[in-house]
């Protein structure tokens, strides 16, 4: 597709149960960022993907958080034993090769809406 | 510690007249600055960025900004105001350190542009 594809649009779940979320960058982007947004807060980092290089992982706020990348394209954010601070905008953005390090630009998908009730 | 300030919660103009959107940033480097819109329910887009070069950059929708290295600021600007201009507006950094690839956002500034 033409931008950032992500699913599911919106999330509600059951606190305690696993979520897994869904992101598919641009063609060619080799670049990938997993952003967070809590209601009423800005933006806050989650993990990056470059390539083959291992991710970047120093903003997933937990280890009931994980991501990975398959093929260097298509990237699963999961989140076990969800609780209700978990509730969030959960935003993944694709850049080209490096990303905002050669002044690239990063586009971000529409988000998935995550509510943990 | 690297931070983006955007000091107003929330910015009110009437339609037509000119819009500011303020950003501040303290960054090591030499820093890339970008401005984000988001839509309600919607993802964040892409308006401009400044790299190097010029201080003033043009975006989209009209959209300006300029890069203020001596005061550290990067407002975002628009000479005349739509209605179709409300929205959340963000303010990000890229340090300029060769190592740096993440974003640092700014907490976002709601736009209100009354007819």
């Known amino acids: 597709g033409a931008g950032v594809s992500q699913s599911p649009s919106n999330k509600v779940t059951e606190k305690g149960k696993d979520v897994e979320l869904r992101c598919d960058p641009i063609?060619?982007?080799?670049?990938l960022y997993w952003y967070r947004q809590s209601l009423g807060q800005g933006l806050e980092f989650l993990i990056y993907?470059?390539?083959?290089?291992?991710?970047?992982k120093s903003g997933l706020p937990s280890d009931r958080f994980s991501a990975e990348r398959t093929g260097g394209s298509v990237s699963t954010l999961t989140i076990q034993r969800t609780q209700q601070e978990d509730s969030a905008v959960y935003l993944c953005?694709?850049?080209?090769?490096?990303?905002?390090?050669?002044?690239?630009?990063?586009?971000f998908g529409e988000g998935s809406w995550l509510t943990v009730v | 510690a690297q931070s983006v300030a955007q000091p107003e919660d929330q910015v009110n103009v009437a339609e037509g007249n000119p819009l500011t959107v303020k950003c501040t940033y303290s960054?090591?480097?030499?820093?890339?600055l970008f401005w984000y819109v988001q839509y309600p329910n919607r993802g964040l887009q892409f308006l401009l960025k400044y790299i190097t070069g010029d201080n003033l950059v043009k975006g989209s929708y009209g959209f300006e900004a300029e890069f203020n290295k001596s005061q550290t600021s990067f407002h975002l600007k628009k000479p005349s105001a739509l209605v179709s201009d409300s929205a959340l507006y963000f303010c990000?950094?890229?340090?300029?350190?060769?190592?740096?690839?993440?974003?640092?956002f700014g907490s976002g500034t709601r736009l209100l542009v009354r007819p």
């Open positions: 960054v090591s480097g030499n820093p890339y």
């Open positions: 990000a950094v890229r340090p300029g350190v060769d190592s740096s690839y993440k974003l640092i």
């Open positions: 063609s060619g982007h080799t670049a």
């Open positions: 993907f470059q390539g083959n290089s291992a991710p970047d």
């Open positions: 953005a694709s850049s080209p090769r490096q990303g905002t390090l050669s002044g690239n630009t990063i586009y």
